[in-house]
């Protein structure tokens, strides 16, 4: 099973080719009770969600971004909620049930539908046995610095058990629920998430050199944001459609990645350097590799290693968005010289 490709077909299906055990983590997004118009495929649940569990590594993880439809007699379908019923039926966990906040719903304008405006979707996140990995994504404290005032926890008299106040830390994990906005401009797909959701869950759940999937890849999201990332990616779709157009932006990702750049070496840092230890277990926030030193080369893995030792500052950045890839952060960190502009014969 060759990595880093596109492949048209009916997920469950393509996947059913593929060995037991070989992803890492999948990232997805399943059409939701058709409530957009996929050229009107079939869309063979259950099949897809056992075939996901048989091909996880254990320990993989798999991230489903669901919504519920509206039926005909006003209801909704709670098909999130049966879908994720069904992937704990079969074996997975629900580790993480999660939500993802839209921070710019279109406005419920009719009060025929007597809703307040829907603004979130669940992140099911099961995973077979413990994640394997859990890197996380660390926000500002407010009170940094600062100390804590005295405990709110109480004895089961009401009295306020007492604690010693302590610092507070400059950063603490996020919480589950991420607010991130719709993509407004048009990708052409009808229904892609935003970079943010796949590029946050892949830092999180996996590592560089991991395979991520995306069964149901529309335009390529999940595919593009692994790229970036220094990952593996395997992207399903079963619009020939959509499959091109995931093709053509991992294409133009990609050659953002392109590094004919002269490396800037790194200085030895004593101390520092583990050896040996196994690849799945490698913590995010753990010291560099030495292993990692020996793949010299312009590979985004690479890069994205010598960030996380180097300057986690701009990996950080990187990861909130604020380069449009890898190779720009690199370039800011001074890890990679920028390519000289091209001047013509005088
Ligand atoms: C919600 S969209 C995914 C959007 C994607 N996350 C993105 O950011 O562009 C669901 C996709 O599933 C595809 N699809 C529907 N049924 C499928 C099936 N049985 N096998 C593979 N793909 C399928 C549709 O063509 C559509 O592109």
Redesign the pocket.
């Known amino acids: 099973m060759d990595r880093n490709q596109v492949i048209c077909g ?3 299906k393509v996947m059913a080719s593929w060995p037991d055990e070989s992803i890492d983590l999948t990232v ?5 009770d058709n409530l957009r118009d ?1 050229k009107g ?4 649940f259950e099949e ?1 969600a056992l075939e996901l569990y048989r091909i996880s590594k254990p320990g993989g993880v798999v991230v489903w971004v669901v919504n519920d439809a509206t039926d005909k007699n006003g209801s909704k379908t709670g098909t999130s909620y049966k879908q994720a019923l069904f992937f704990m039926e079969i074996g997975f966990r629900l580790h993480l049930p999660m939500i993802w906040e839209k921070t710019n719903p279109t406005p419920q304008t009719t009060l025929r539908s007597r809703r307040y405006t829907p603004s979130f979707e669940y992140m099911f996140v099961f995973s077979k046995g413990a994640p394997a990995t859990y890197n996380p994504i660390e926000q500002k404290c407010k009170n940094a610095g600062k100390r804590s005032g005295s405990s709110s926890q109480r004895k089961p008299s009401g009295e306020k058990r007492p604690r010693a106040s302590q610092m507070i830390k400059p950063t603490k994990p996020l919480t589950n629920v991420w607010q991130i906005p719709v993509l407004k401009n048009g990708s052409g ?1 009808p ?3 935003p970079d943010e959701i796949a590029l946050r869950h892949i830092r999180s759940w996996s590592n560089p050199g991991d395979t991520i999937l ?9 595919l593009v944001a692994a790229a970036r990332l220094g990952r593996k990616y395997l992207g ?4 020939q459609d ?1 499959c091109d157009m995931a093709a053509k932006r991992i294409e133009a990702e990609t050659a953002q990645l392109s590094l004919d750049l002269p490396i800037i070496e790194p200085q030895p840092r004593p101390g520092l350097h583990q050896h040996g230890g196994d690849r799945r277990s490698r913590n995010w926030n753990q010291p560099y590799n030495c292993n990692h030193e020996k793949k010299r080369g312009n590979s985004a893995e690479y890069l994205i290693d010598r960030l996380r030792r180097d300057h986690p500052d701009i990996l950080d950045r990187l990861h909130s968005g604020e380069f449009r890839s890898v190779r720009a952060a690199a370039i800011a960190a001074g890890v990679v010289r920028a390519r000289e502009p091209h001047r013509g014969h005088s």
């Open positions: 009916e997920a469950s997805t997004s399943p059409p939701y996929y495929y079939d869309f063979p897809i797909h229904a892609p998430f995306d069964p149901m890849a529309g335009s390529g999201t999940t399903i779709d079963i619009s959509y």
